[in-house]
């Protein structure tokens, strides 16, 4: 009994929470980053897009928003200078899906996994991304419904107590 009443709880928690598997990226790796960058600007062109990209990876999965704003920008603007191969693209365009996640867009986060799994259809990152969007979107229209239908009841509890005072 007690294991189904830990697990009820644990299902709710999962439901409201943030169980997701991205990883997040520590302030002191972005900065160790960001000094990669800027000591890169003499290097090959090259090795400046490495240094970019894995700035942009770091960006995009930071728990501080204007991080992940800065880093959406950084993959947008690579994918936009660039020609890459399909796996460069599709690295990028998941990055963006990462990004959008974080920042709460999550239809565009799930346009772009989609986009990833037209180029790779079995890439399971994209898939586990994927399930992850839709969950997010599931559950913040259940949410939504939820505030609607209390919003409703207090709307109408309130009209039948106004009501009962007048006779």
Excluded at 66 to 80: K, T
Excluded at 104 to 128: H, Y
Aim: glycine letters at 8%; hydrophobic letters at 40%.
């Amino acid at each position: 009994m007690d294991a189904k009443i830990g697990q009820f709880f644990e299902s709710i928690g999962n439901f409201f929470g943030n169980g997701d598997q991205i990883p997040w990226c520590d302030p002191d790796t972005i900065s160790g980053l960001e000094r990669e960058v800027a000591e890169a600007a003499s290097a090959s062109e090259e090795q400046k897009s490495e240094c970019i990209m894995r700035l942009s990876w770091a960006l995009v999965h930071s728990r501080r928003p204007e991080d992940v704003q800065r880093g959406i920008a950084m993959v947008e603007a690579s994918l936009a200078k660039t020609s890459t191969s399909p796996l460069a693209k599709r690295e990028k365009i998941y990055l963006l899906a990462v990004g959008y996640y974080r920042s709460g867009d999550f239809s565009r986060s799930r346009q772009l996994v989609e986009q990833c799994l037209e180029i790779a259809p079995d890439w399971r990152q994209a898939l586990s991304l994927k399930k992850h969007v839709e969950d997010r979107i599931a559950r913040d229209g259940v949410i939504g419904i939820g505030i609607t239908a209390t919003a409703v009841g207090l709307l109408v509890g309130g009209i039948a107590a106004a009501m009962s005072r007048k006779k």
